[in-house]
């Protein structure tokens, strides 16, 4: 079974920055996919960023998405934080395992971080 947590949230500055890390455990699988999703205050689920498995960073305006390997993890730096980015921020992590040489593909989400921007 593989699981995903998030970590690094807290509350901070507007104009500071974080990283949130989205780390994995379990055994014998590799990520296809990795996306961070944020769900603001009252508002629905909305997609931030995201990597292939094939990726080591991506770029998608303040927010850079890398790959730890060494610790199956990826993580997230927001840069210039508003307040507006306040929300719980949640990793989808899309990928496969090798069980005695049948692949079973995975889909999980973990339980989210909260992050809050003051003005």
């Known amino acids: 079974q593989v699981q995903v947590a998030e970590s690094g949230g807290g509350l901070v500055q507007a104009g500071g920055s974080l990283r949130l890390s989205c780390t994995a455990s379990?055994?014998?699988?590799?990520?296809?996919?990795t996306d961070w999703y944020r769900q603001p205050p009252g508002k629905q689920r909305e997609w931030v960023a995201g990597?292939?498995?094939s990726g080591v960073t991506s770029v998608t305006g303040r927010f850079t998405v890398s790959r730890d390997k060494t610790k199956n993890a990826v993580n997230m730096e927001i840069d210039s934080l508003k307040p507006e980015d306040t929300g719980v921020y949640y990793c989808?992590?899309?990928?496969?395992?090798?069980?005695?040489?049948?692949?079973?593909?995975?889909?999980?989400w973990g339980q989210g971080t909260q992050v809050t921007v003051s003005s």
């Open positions: 379990g055994s014998s699988f590799s990520f296809d996919h």
């Open positions: 990597m292939p498995g």
């Open positions: 989808n992590v899309r990928g496969w395992r090798n069980i005695r040489g049948t692949i079973i593909p995975f889909d999980i």
